[in-house]
């Protein structure tokens, strides 16, 4: 049997970048993905879904964007595309539709079975890459248990556009980045809409001419390795309320949503057959929007100081981004009765989970997350690559993968090596 230098799991952009960079060396490897190229952003992701960075912050190894799109947001369709694209153009080996089912390591072989249609065999390698993600598990809240049978719940995953959803007002959980997107949607789309918000940083999505996440990255922010996080655990935070959305994406808050309709509530508590219950911290959660936003603006004013010769002085007012010191987007509501205030669909924007059920739980740890530092894992020859703070703030990222790729690379060909 065929003895791979490398296998990688999951054919998503960590998989990719980590492909693309074995192929510049000849190592000899193969990319499994469970169903197809882009799968989860093609089927977990709603139609009209645009990417949150913008495209210099989207490409893979190899590859440029043209100058004059550099700074618009691709679709999902269009990013899938991109995926299946550079798999052509770099000639990646990817075998679709072959899941990864169980890891086992013989003396220095690792043995992974197969599950390719229904059909199982073993393929043996010398080092795994595991690239599977940890958003490839939808899961529902135990309080979806609560809620009556003739209300139609929906996870963001699963959510499409207004269209396929029942006549009727909407309540959507979550104030990240999907549930205030999700909002703003359903609220165009005229709907009723209440958002049961969360403790969520905001951003700008430009200031003083630039987008926020080119300022982010000139600073250093997304450089921010996982050692500085370990003395400062308030950096390990759900991604900022901002959009993707039209040529250069727009800030997004709760305040802007207000403003469309949007009826701001506190945190989901719980639910029985005929009411929900809501938390009493919506003014909370707008104030730390608020202060998330301001302290991000202040840190690039602080900067320009420094750099006075870069500094771009004027900025437009983002109506959207100014404060609500009053609080005046929140709704004093704490009990919804769904008849009465007419709720037929309650959309989870709740993340997701993962799944690492193909390894040894010894590699795991209490959460179900691969064990490892900066992606090596407990076992030689076993790495991870594509989580959040792998290495750095931006790991998370199609940004953060190409970095990381080439550092997991450079150790598996120091590996092998060591191995002939």
Known sequence: MEIFDVIIIGA?????????????????????????????????????????????????????????????????????????????????????????????KVSEIFMVKIDEEGMQHNILTKTIVVASGIMNKILFPNLSDLIPKHILQVHAANYKNPMELPEGNVLIIGGGQSGCQLAQELILGNRKVYLAGSKVARAPRRYRDKDIMEWMDQLGTMDI?????????????????????????HTISYQSLHQMGVTILGGLKDADHENLYFEDNCKEHIRYADETSDAIKKNVDQYLKKYPEIAVFYTDEDPSDVPDHAYRSASDLKVINFNDFGITTVLWATGFGYDFSYLNSSLLDKIGKPKHVEGKMMIEGLYCIGFPWLRKKKSGLVYGVNEDAKIIVENILHQLQNLS
Do not use: C
């Open 12 to 104: 998503g952009q960590a998989g990719l970048a980590t492909s693309f960079y074995l192929k510049q060396h000849k190592i000899i490897h193969v990319v499994l993905e469970q169903d197809r190229i882009g799968s989860s952003w093609e089927k977990q992701r709603w139609d009209s879904f645009k990417m949150n960075t913008p495209n210099w912050m989207n490409m893979l190894p190899g590859r440029e964007i043209h100058s004059q799109k550099r700074h618009h947001f691709m679709s999902k369709d269009e990013f899938v595309d991109y995926l299946k694209t550079y798999v052509l153009q770099f000639d990646l080996p990817v075998l679709e539709k072959h899941k990864v089912v169980a890891v086992e």
């Open 225 to 249: 390795s996982t050692i500085e996080l370990a003395d400062n655990p308030n950096l390990d935070a759900t991604q900022p309320q901002v959009s993707g959305v039209g040529l250069l994406g």
